[in-house]
C-alpha cells in the first residue's frame, strides 16, 4: 500500500449534522431523512447563484457543484426542481426543466449531468434529489469535496471513483458508444481506478465515520 502518496484532507464531522453551507457560502445541503417506512433518503440543495458567480468570476468553481456526468447502475435517481432552472443532459439529450415541474427521473444507467440557474435576478437554485440507500453516497461524497474546498486541495480522482464504485456508481464517458462508455465507467475506473489503486494501493475509503455513521432506521410506517 503507498498510502503516502494520498494526500486527503482533514475531515470535517457532519454525520449527525442534518445541514452545512460549503465553498464559502455558495451552496448549502441539507440531509433528510426518511419519514416512513419505503420512504428513500433524500438531499436537498441550495445553489446561491450570485455567490456561486461571484467564485466563477475568480476563474474557479465551487467543488461540491460535482459538475461530472455518471450514471447509477441498478436505481433511479429522482428530482425535485423547487426554485430556478435545470439544465439537463441525459443520455445525450439536452432539456431544460422550471419549478412548475415538479419530477424529472434518471433511470437505472443513463448518464446525466445538470446545471442550476436562474434568469432573475437574486434568486436561489434550489432542488431536491432522491437516491435509494443514499445517505452513505451523498454524505461521504459531499463532505469529502467540501473538506477539499476547505484545504484548498484538489480532490483525488481515486477517492472520488471509489466513493462512486462503492455506491454503484461511475463517470461517464462521453463520446463513444453506450455499452462501451459504461463497461469502462464500471470496471475501468471504478473497480481498477477506484478499488485497487483508490483502496489497495492508496489506502482510501469509499466511507469515513466523519461523514457516515450506519445507524438504525427511526422511520415510521406509513399511515
Known amino acids: 500500500m503507498l498510502s503516502f502518496f494520498a494526500h486527503p484532507p482533514h475531515r470535517t464531522n457532519i454525520s449527525s449534522q442534518q445541514s452545512f453551507t460549503s465553498s464559502d457560502g455558495a451552496v448549502t445541503t441539507e440531509f433528510i431523512t426518511p419519514q416512513y417506512e419505503g420512504d428513500n433518503f433524500k438531499i436537498r440543495q441550495t445553489f446561491h447563484l450570485n455567490k456561486i458567480q461571484q467564485i466563477r468570476n475568480t476563474g474557479k468553481e465551487p467543488e461540491i457543484i460535482f459538475h461530472k456526468e455518471i450514471f447509477h447502475w441498478n436505481k433511479s435517481e429522482n428530482f425535485t426542481l423547487e426554485s ?8 445525450g439529450r439536452f432539456h431544460t426543466y422550471y419549478s412548475a415541474v ?12 445538470f446545471e442550476v440557474y436562474s434568469d432573475k435576478e437574486n434568486e436561489d437554485g434550489v432542488f431536491t434529489r432522491k437516491l435509494e440507500n443514499g445517505e452513505k453516497f451523498f454524505r461521504n461524497l459531499f463532505g469529502y469535496l467540501d473538506d477539499c474546498q476547505k484545504a484548498n486541495i484538489k480532490p483525488d480522482i481515486f477517492q472520488i471513483l471509489l466513493i462512486l464504485h ?3 456508481t461511475s463517470l461517464t464517458v462521453p463520446k463513444i458508444p453506450a455499452k462501451i462508455r459504461k463497461f469502462f465507467g464500471k470496471w475501468v475506473l471504478g ?7 483508490g483502496e489497495k494501493i492508496l489506502g482510501y475509503r469509499s466511507s469515513y465515520p466523519e461523514y457516515y455513521v450506519e445507524r438504525k432506521s427511526s422511520g415510521k410506517k406509513n399511515q
Open 191 to 197: 473497480y481498477i481506478g477506484g478499488k485497487i489503486i
Open 84 to 91: 430556478g432552472k435545470l439544465a439537463s443532459h441525459c443520455e
Open 102 to 113: 415538479i419530477d424529472f427521473e434518471a433511470y437505472p444507467g443513463w448518464s446525466h449531468i
Open 166 to 168: 462503492d455506491n454503484q
